[in-house]
Protein backbone atom coordinates (compact mmCIF):
# COMPACT_ATOMS: atom_id res chain seq x y z
CA UNK A 1 0.00 0.00 0.00
CA UNK A 2 1.27 3.40 -1.01
CA UNK A 3 2.40 6.02 1.89
CA UNK A 4 0.23 8.44 2.29
CA UNK A 5 2.41 12.05 1.28
CA UNK A 6 2.73 14.77 3.96
CA UNK A 7 1.08 17.10 2.05
CA UNK A 8 -2.40 14.92 1.80
CA UNK A 9 -1.89 14.40 5.49
CA UNK A 10 -2.06 18.33 5.80
CA UNK A 11 -4.91 19.09 3.58
CA UNK A 12 -6.70 16.64 5.60
CA UNK A 13 -6.03 17.94 8.80
CA UNK A 14 -7.03 21.36 7.50
CA UNK A 15 -10.26 19.97 6.41
CA UNK A 16 -11.44 18.63 9.66
CA UNK A 17 -10.03 22.04 11.19
CA UNK A 18 -11.53 24.26 8.67
CA UNK A 19 -14.94 22.12 9.27
CA UNK A 20 -14.60 22.51 13.26
CA UNK A 21 -14.27 26.12 13.41
CA UNK A 22 -17.13 26.55 11.14
CA UNK A 23 -19.89 24.74 13.41
CA UNK A 24 -17.88 26.43 16.54
CA UNK A 25 -18.86 29.24 14.99
CA UNK A 26 -22.14 28.84 13.77
CA UNK A 27 -23.15 27.48 17.20
CA UNK A 28 -20.30 27.75 19.92
CA UNK A 29 -18.41 24.55 21.64
CA UNK A 30 -20.92 23.20 23.85
CA UNK A 31 -23.63 22.72 21.18
CA UNK A 32 -21.30 21.33 18.62
CA UNK A 33 -20.95 17.54 18.95
CA UNK A 34 -18.27 15.72 17.06
CA UNK A 35 -20.39 13.95 14.98
CA UNK A 36 -21.49 17.83 13.81
CA UNK A 37 -17.62 18.18 12.75
CA UNK A 38 -17.92 15.03 11.23
CA UNK A 39 -20.79 16.11 8.75
CA UNK A 40 -19.67 19.39 8.34
CA UNK A 41 -16.04 17.88 7.33
CA UNK A 42 -17.99 15.17 5.32
CA UNK A 43 -15.45 12.79 6.68
CA UNK A 44 -15.73 9.29 9.16
CA UNK A 45 -15.01 9.00 12.46
CA UNK A 46 -11.49 7.24 11.99
CA UNK A 47 -10.33 10.07 9.50
CA UNK A 48 -11.04 12.76 11.93
CA UNK A 49 -9.89 10.58 15.42
CA UNK A 50 -6.95 9.56 13.35
CA UNK A 51 -6.23 13.83 13.91
CA UNK A 52 -7.69 14.12 16.83
CA UNK A 53 -9.04 12.55 20.10
CA UNK A 54 -11.77 14.36 20.68
CA UNK A 55 -13.59 17.76 20.86
CA UNK A 56 -11.26 19.59 23.43
CA UNK A 57 -8.14 18.64 21.45
CA UNK A 58 -10.20 20.25 18.68
CA UNK A 59 -11.14 23.47 20.21
CA UNK A 60 -7.31 23.69 21.76
CA UNK A 61 -5.86 23.00 18.14
CA UNK A 62 -8.44 26.08 16.71
CA UNK A 63 -7.36 28.30 19.52
CA UNK A 64 -3.64 27.93 18.85
CA UNK A 65 -4.26 28.44 15.32
CA UNK A 66 -6.46 31.52 16.15
CA UNK A 67 -4.04 33.23 18.02
CA UNK A 68 -1.04 32.51 15.91
CA UNK A 69 -2.41 34.18 13.07
CA UNK A 70 -3.08 37.14 14.69
CA UNK A 71 -0.06 37.58 16.76
CA UNK A 72 1.56 37.15 13.03
CA UNK A 73 -0.22 39.69 11.85
CA UNK A 74 0.62 41.76 14.80
CA UNK A 75 3.94 41.35 14.54
CA UNK A 76 3.94 42.63 10.86
CA UNK A 77 2.52 45.58 11.93
CA UNK A 78 5.37 46.11 14.25
CA UNK A 79 7.90 45.85 11.44
CA UNK A 80 6.49 48.55 9.49
CA UNK A 81 8.85 51.57 8.67
CA UNK A 82 7.75 54.35 9.02
CA UNK A 83 4.65 53.65 11.63
CA UNK A 84 1.55 54.84 10.04
CA UNK A 85 -0.52 56.84 12.64
CA UNK A 86 -3.08 54.52 15.17
CA UNK A 87 -6.13 55.29 13.34
CA UNK A 88 -4.56 53.78 9.75
CA UNK A 89 -2.39 50.95 11.97
CA UNK A 90 -5.69 49.48 13.41
CA UNK A 91 -7.77 49.62 10.49
CA UNK A 92 -5.06 47.86 8.71
CA UNK A 93 -4.43 45.02 11.14
CA UNK A 94 -8.11 44.68 11.40
CA UNK A 95 -8.89 44.37 7.82
CA UNK A 96 -5.53 41.90 8.01
CA UNK A 97 -7.00 39.70 10.76
CA UNK A 98 -10.81 39.81 9.90
CA UNK A 99 -9.73 38.94 5.78
CA UNK A 100 -8.17 35.51 7.29
CA UNK A 101 -10.92 33.68 7.49
CA UNK A 102 -13.65 35.90 5.17
CA UNK A 103 -15.12 33.12 2.89
CA UNK A 104 -14.17 30.17 4.33
CA UNK A 105 -16.86 27.34 3.54
CA UNK A 106 -18.69 29.77 1.29
CA UNK A 107 -19.43 32.25 4.14
CA UNK A 108 -19.16 35.66 2.95
CA UNK A 109 -18.44 36.98 6.85
CA UNK A 110 -15.42 36.14 8.63
CA UNK A 111 -15.12 33.59 10.96
CA UNK A 112 -12.71 35.30 12.96
CA UNK A 113 -14.54 37.55 15.19
CA UNK A 114 -16.84 35.26 16.66
CA UNK A 115 -14.46 32.32 17.35
CA UNK A 116 -12.64 34.88 19.29
CA UNK A 117 -15.81 35.81 21.04
CA UNK A 118 -16.72 32.08 21.86
CA UNK A 119 -12.77 31.42 23.20
CA UNK A 120 -13.08 34.17 25.10
CA UNK A 121 -15.98 32.86 26.35
CA UNK A 122 -14.72 29.20 26.80
CA UNK A 123 -11.46 30.39 28.62
CA UNK A 124 -13.48 31.51 31.52
CA UNK A 125 -13.89 27.83 32.69
CA UNK A 126 -11.35 25.69 30.73
CA UNK A 127 -7.99 26.66 32.58
CA UNK A 128 -6.28 24.94 29.43
CA UNK A 129 -7.25 27.33 27.37
CA UNK A 130 -6.78 30.09 29.51
CA UNK A 131 -3.63 29.18 29.70
CA UNK A 132 -3.22 29.47 25.99
CA UNK A 133 -5.26 32.74 25.86
CA UNK A 134 -2.66 34.28 28.16
CA UNK A 135 0.11 33.11 26.22
CA UNK A 136 -1.70 34.46 22.95
CA UNK A 137 -2.29 37.79 24.48
CA UNK A 138 1.59 37.95 25.71
CA UNK A 139 2.66 37.32 21.80
CA UNK A 140 -0.18 39.71 20.64
CA UNK A 141 1.09 42.90 23.60
CA UNK A 142 4.73 42.79 22.77
CA UNK A 143 4.42 44.00 19.29
CA UNK A 144 2.09 46.47 20.46
CA UNK A 145 4.68 47.79 22.62
CA UNK A 146 6.90 48.37 20.36
CA UNK A 147 4.80 49.83 18.04
CA UNK A 148 4.16 52.55 21.41
CA UNK A 149 7.40 52.73 21.70
CA UNK A 150 8.17 53.76 18.26
CA UNK A 151 5.38 56.27 18.06
CA UNK A 152 7.16 57.72 21.08
CA UNK A 153 10.56 57.62 20.24
CA UNK A 154 9.27 59.50 16.95
CA UNK A 155 7.94 62.49 19.11
CA UNK A 156 4.65 61.96 17.88
CA UNK A 157 3.27 60.38 21.19
CA UNK A 158 3.84 61.84 25.13
CA UNK A 159 6.34 59.43 26.10
CA UNK A 160 5.02 60.21 30.24
CA UNK A 161 2.60 57.42 29.83
CA UNK A 162 3.53 53.61 30.05
CA UNK A 163 4.12 52.14 26.66
CA UNK A 164 2.42 49.20 28.43
CA UNK A 165 -1.02 51.41 29.14
CA UNK A 166 -1.43 52.28 25.47
CA UNK A 167 -0.81 49.19 24.10
CA UNK A 168 -3.48 47.46 26.30
CA UNK A 169 -5.74 50.35 25.12
CA UNK A 170 -4.88 49.75 21.40
CA UNK A 171 -5.28 45.72 21.71
CA UNK A 172 -8.73 46.80 23.54
CA UNK A 173 -10.40 48.65 20.80
CA UNK A 174 -9.38 45.96 18.34
CA UNK A 175 -10.98 43.36 20.38
CA UNK A 176 -14.14 45.36 20.91
CA UNK A 177 -14.30 46.08 17.37
CA UNK A 178 -14.04 41.99 16.88
CA UNK A 179 -16.97 42.01 19.74
CA UNK A 180 -18.58 44.21 17.48
CA UNK A 181 -18.50 42.08 14.38
CA UNK A 182 -19.56 39.65 15.98
CA UNK A 183 -23.07 40.28 17.78
CA UNK A 184 -23.78 42.82 15.30
CA UNK A 185 -22.99 42.34 11.94
CA UNK A 186 -20.38 43.80 9.07
CA UNK A 187 -19.60 46.85 10.96
CA UNK A 188 -17.49 48.94 8.61
CA UNK A 189 -14.11 48.94 10.33
CA UNK A 190 -13.55 52.89 8.70
CA UNK A 191 -16.35 53.27 11.98
CA UNK A 192 -13.09 52.66 13.89
CA UNK A 193 -10.81 54.53 11.71
CA UNK A 194 -12.57 57.40 12.27
CA UNK A 195 -13.79 57.44 15.72
CA UNK A 196 -9.74 57.16 16.59
CA UNK A 197 -9.16 60.53 13.89
CA UNK A 198 -11.44 62.41 15.96
CA UNK A 199 -10.01 60.94 19.23
CA UNK A 200 -6.34 61.53 17.95
CA UNK A 201 -7.48 65.29 16.89
CA UNK A 202 -8.37 66.59 20.57
CA UNK A 203 -5.26 68.32 22.01
CA UNK A 204 -3.97 68.22 25.58
CA UNK A 205 -2.72 71.69 26.47
CA UNK A 206 -0.03 69.59 29.32
CA UNK A 207 1.35 67.37 26.35
CA UNK A 208 2.78 70.63 24.47
CA UNK A 209 4.43 71.90 27.80
Known amino acids: MPRVSQERLDARRRQILDAAARCFAR ?5 TSMQ ?5 AD ?3 GAVYRYFTGKEELIAAIVNEVLGEVGGVFEEAARWRPLPPPDVLIGTVMRAVIGHRQGLGGTEQSLYPRLMVQVWAETLRNPELHAILSDGFARVRRPWIEIVEGYQDAGVMRADIPALSVA ?7 QGFVA ?7 VSIQVVELGLKALMSMEDPDART
Open 27 to 31: NGFHA
Open 36 to 40: DVLKE
Open 43 to 45: LSA
Open 168 to 174: RTLIAVA
Open 180 to 186: QYALFGD
